[in-house]
């Protein structure tokens, strides 16, 4: 099979969505927001039930397992790490074998049994180790869960981890495609579809907040009054009720086929680039077969912004020999089509702007464990030193996304149109624009954060008669939830939007739940890294400057700066990252091939750049 056999034999970029019987859909009965509201259904129920679960999970671990302290922090950070990297699953197999739907339904189910193997153990007395209290008895009298009984725990909260990963890329993915191409019952063109796109993705964001909101004040509510039992059993019940959602609104979803393994093809490019790297490109005199194979308006098609990138990937489509009726045909490992190289550069090129949102989720990470710290070490009593009402530290993170049910509606009712008016553009600002806005407020973050901890250890120092309020850490909480409704929005449109010409939403829809991952593992190193240095230098107490396991003694307010410096480098990075990512529409391609890849990557939304 020659090149060009195969290339009529690809699935072309926009697959025709098909609807749960296999038919072709139709326009004013399938997709449009009608159909992705269900998708919101299932994706605020089980934010609901796995934040209510991993917010509150060391508690359990601890206080119910009996492991130390130490194992039962390690418990969760590799939990909630493996349901970001599980996201990578989930994306693969949806966009090679199963589909959005199926793979959903299938791996809510998965989740869905976690949940009820981890209510059934909170509540049998026999599963569990005997009660002791950790804290009184120093945690060295307290039986700790082995044999069985931890088996039956980590069997349960890796069928959540499982389920819960392979849901996540989906459930955007799944929404979105609703929207590629679909009437809506209204009918529209693809400019209309892409306003429509920008508002489900700012839709799921506002559902994202609604789940996390009341998975952190009414589930961990009723996880502490009425025991963890209950509560994993609500997170089933929301699991359960998500599931209903979801297969509810299965008459009216655009589907989109599976196109089969996205990982082969790209293999095959990178295999072919290296069997022929010796091999000059020919010019259209020296040899007519491959004529022009690796000029950038070959790939562009008219319509591919990387053409003129990675050029070394274009050899993969040179032939080693004319064909002919009796020429035997090269191996697909030895000759690739454009579609498949345009597939791997697409890939290459994402990789930077997924890069740079790493650092952001590491500033994340330190508000969901230090900043608590932080806020335990503060007054959390409100209205006046007599009070009895408290804040828990943890209840928090509850903040931001309390603030972000009011601004994500503001955001799309008054700062899209605005901004739509002042840059001619669909969504009012571009992907990259909006993960630009988010990762240069966020070292503001950091910044308040570090004043608000020196100010505090200052006051403690001095023997204050009492502590700072722990009102006075809300702005850092702020400050990060605006920047996350512009960075985490933005990106997952962005993957979403460059994945619809390669056949991978899901899989890249996955990166954004990687970078979560990435900046929480790159948190672990650096508070590793930074208490060795420091410790060997004097800096903070003797574990150096977060090793005495007191904020008084440790220097909370210098590890703070140095995430805002780091951050702001990081922005700058980013700049240079998008602005290289922009480069190319036009550098190898003629104006009219530049007009049809701003059309063809922003469908409609003009153009895409910094």
């Known amino acids: 099979m020659d090149v060009e056999s195969r290339a009529s034999s690809l699935p072309p970029p926009d697959v025709a969505a098909v609807d749960w019987r296999g038919r072709p859909c139709e326009p004013r009965r399938h997709g449009g927001m009608r159909a992705a509201v269900f998708v919101l259904g299932i994706q605020a129920f089980e934010i609901m039930a796995i934040a209510a679960v991993g917010n509150n999970l060391i508690t359990y671990v601890f206080g119910e397992m009996h492991f130390p302290l130490s194992q039962a922090a390690n418990v969760v950070t590799n939990f909630v790490g493996t349901i970001f990297l599980l996201s990578l699953l989930g994306g693969f197999l949806s966009d090679s074998y199963l589909g959005c739907f199926w793979t959903m339904l ?3 189910f998965v989740e869905l049994s976690g949940f009820i193997l981890l209510s059934v153990q909170a509540h049998l007395p026999q599963l569990k180790p005997p009660p002791c209290s950790m804290a009184a008895m120093g945690g060295g009298a307290c039986e700790q869960a082995r044999g069985i009984k931890a088996s039956i725990f980590f069997a349960a909260l890796y069928l959540v981890a499982l389920g819960s990963g392979c849901l996540k890329p989906n459930m955007i993915a799944h929404g979105a495609d609703q929207f590629a191409g679909a009437g809506g019952g209204g009918g529209g063109g693809a ?15 506002f559902s994202f907040c609604a789940g996390e909101l009341v998975a952190l004040t009414a589930l961990v509510w009723v996880q502490t009054h009425s025991g963890m039992d209950v509560g994993f059993g609500i997170s089933a019940a929301a699991m359960a009720a998500g599931l209903v959602s979801l297969v509810s609104g299965a008459a009216f979803y655009r589907n989109k086929p599976p196109q089969g393994s996205i990982f082969t093809p790209i293999a095959r490019v990178f295999v072919a680039a290296y069997t022929k790297r010796k091999q000059i490109c020919p010019s259209s005199s020296s040899d007519p077969v491959n004529a022009g194979v690796c000029e950038p308006a070959h790939l562009a098609g008219g319509s591919f912004r990387h053409a003129n990138k ?3 990937l274009d050899k993969a489509c040179i032939r080693a020999a004319e064909q002919g009726p009796n020429t035997k045909p090269e191996s697909p490992w030895r000759l690739c089509t454009a579609a498949e190289v345009r597939q791997a550069k697409t890939l290459l090129a994402v990789a930077p702007i997924f890069a740079c949102t790493i650092v952001f989720n ?3 990470a330190q508000l969901q464990t230090f900043s608590v710290q932080q806020g335990a070490a503060m007054d959390t009593a409100l209205g006046g030193a007599g ?4 804040i828990p530290p943890a209840s928090l993170q509850a903040i ?12 799309e009712l008054l700062l899209v149109p605005l901004m739509r008016r002042a840059t001619g553009t669909r969504s009012g600002i571009t992907p990259l624009q909006r993960i630009g806005v988010g990762l240069c407020t966020v070292p503001l973050s950091m910044v308040a954060a570090a004043t608000v901890e020196r100010r505090r250890r200052d006051l403690s120092a001095g023997g204050a008669p009492r502590a700072m309020s722990v009102l006075w850490i809300v702005p850092q909480f702020l400050v990060f939830g605006v920047s996350e409704m512009f960075t985490a929005v933005g990106l997952i449109e962005f993957f979403y939007k460059q994945a619809r010409g390669a056949g991978m939403q899901s899989f890249l829809t996955a990166l954004t739940y990687c970078s979560y991952a990435f900046g929480f593992y790159l948190s672990s190193v650096l508070v ?30 210098l590890f703070y700066w140095m995430l805002a410096v780091l951050s702001v480098i990081n922005f700058f990075c980013y700049l240079l990252c998008a ?8 550098d190898g391609c003629d104006a009219a091939s530049a007009s049809a890849q701003v059309a063809a990557e922003d469908d409609g939304n003009g153009k895409e750049i910094i």
């Open 310 to 312: 990675f050029r070394f």
């Open 400 to 411: 931001p996304y309390a603030m972000l049910l009011a601004l994500v509606p503001a955001y």
């Open 528 to 557: 590793s890294l930074v208490n060795r240095v420091t410790a060997s230098r004097g800096g903070g107490g003797h574990g150096g400057w977060l090793g005495d396991n007191d904020l008084d003694k440790d220097r909370l307010d």
């Open 579 to 586: 602005r290289w990512y922009n480069s190319g529409a036009a």
């Open 106 to 108: 299938i791996f809510g």
């Open 362 to 364: 590491t500033v994340l």
């Open 387 to 390: 009070s009895s009402f408290r």
């Open 191 to 205: 400019a209309d579809n892409a306003k429509r796109l920008s508002t489900y993705f700012n839709s799921a964001y």
